[in-house]
T-cell receptor, first 112, second 115 residues
Framework: SQKIEQNSEALNIQEGKTATLTCNYT??????LQWYRQDPGRGPVFLLL?????KEKRKERLKVTFDTTLKQSLFHITASQPADSATYLC???????????FGAGTRLFVKA | NAGVTQTPKFRILKIGQSMTLQCTQD?????MYWYRQDPGMGLKLIYY???????DKGEVPNGYNVSRSTTEDFPLRLELAAPSQTSVYFC??????????????FGPGTRLTVL
């Protein structure tokens, strides 16, 4: 069955460093991959989308890579700040489909 | 725009009771979804709708029902609550322009406990 894996252990980094989160998937050939941010007690917020034919996408301090051969996406936050502390969810799906599959998320803590 | 709103924020039910979780969006989005989120697990799709009058099952529909009489509202009904339905429920919608890649706007969630 289709499976998404994100590191269940929290990631702790120092302010100013680059945070790198990993998303691996199996038994799937997605048309797109998304990253969402979720703060405690709130709903996820869409951050970035990368399509299957794209290798990299950037948005301000965020960078996403997508390797369909390795079946992996990396999510980078450069110059991290304590306000970046949250859970980050990876999601993927087929183009035009209605069923996006979500990973369980990785908790990020950025220390001042 | 208020975006996607959900009520109630919290609810405790007894086994066998029924309730409706409300979801409303004021962005004129055709596509709407209901998910549940359990600790340590990814969001699981319960039901979705592509427009008023059209609904379909997701990955975990058992024990739930939905209706979509208007574009704005997409209520989720629990008929006979069971402890396994203890979860956080999120409603989401997708703008028409991002439909191909399913960018979703989420509500704040409803935390439901069944005892």
């Amino acid at each position: 069955s289709q499976k998404i894996e994100q590191n269940s252990e929290a990631l702790n980094i120092q302010e100013g460093k680059t945070a790198t989160l990993t998303c691996n998937y199996t038994n799937y050939s997605p048309a797109y991959l998304q990253w969402y941010r979720q703060d405690p007690g709130r709903g996820p917020v869409f951050l970035l989308l990368i399509r299957e034919n794209e290798k990299e996408k950037r948005k301000e301090r965020l960078k996403v890579t997508f390797d369909t051969t390795l079946k992996q996406s990396l999510f980078h936050i450069t110059a991290s700040q304590p306000a970046d502390s949250a859970t980050y969810l990876c999601a993927l799906g087929g183009a035009g489909g209605f069923k996006t599959i979500f990973g369980a998320g990785t908790r990020l803590f950025v220390k001042a | 725009n208020a975006g996607v709103t959900q009520t109630p924020k919290f609810r405790i039910l007894k086994i066998g009771q029924s309730m409706t979780l409300q979801c409303t969006q004021d962005m004129n989005h055709n596509y709407m979804y209901w998910y549940r989120q359990d600790p340590g697990m990814g969001l699981k799709l319960i039901y979705y709708s592509v427009g008023a009058g059209i609904t379909d099952k997701g990955e975990v529909p058992n024990g739930y029902n939905v209706s979509r009489s208007t574009t704005e509202d997409f209520p989720l009904r629990l008929e006979l609550a069971a402890p396994s339905q203890t979860s956080v429920y999120f409603c989401a919608s997708t703008p028409p322009g991002t439909r191909l890649y399913n960018e979703q706007f989420f509500g704040p969630g409803t935390r439901l406990t069944v005892l």
